[in-house]
């Protein structure tokens, strides 16, 4: 995984910019983003969910699509199983509100 060069904060702020703008690709980035961050700090549910969302997203660009699937294919590399069994049935059943949401939860931007 890559050192994030954006805080927590600064990543939701450019989320919100980027959902604001409807700059799509943009918001897959900043997510895809924000779930290394989750699994750098131990997150790693937080991280299994959102990436699990992403990697769902039909038009998601090369670039992206490879970063979410080499994080997801690490993390399933060590992780329970049932973490990632959770996080594909969360990613089935959730639209992006859904995810925004459970991403702002409990931070303030």
Do not use: W
Not at 13 to 21: D, N, Q, V
């Amino acid at each position: 995984m890559e050192t994030q060069p954006f805080t927590e904060k600064e990543l939701l702020t450019h989320l919100k910019m980027a959902l604001a703008i409807n700059a799509d690709a943009e918001v897959m980035h900043l997510l895809t983003e924000l779930a290394c961050m989750y699994i750098s700090q131990g997150l790693t549910q937080e991280g299994a969910d959102v990436l699990a969302f992403v990697l769902r997203q039909p038009e998601l660009a090369a670039d992206t699509h490879q970063q979410a699937t080499d994080v997801y294919d690490d993390l399933a590399s060590y992780i329970c199983p049932r973490v990632l069994l959770d996080a594909q049935e969360f990613a089935s059943k959730a639209h992006l509100t859904d995810i925004v949401d459970y991403v702002f939860a409990g931070v303030e931007v």
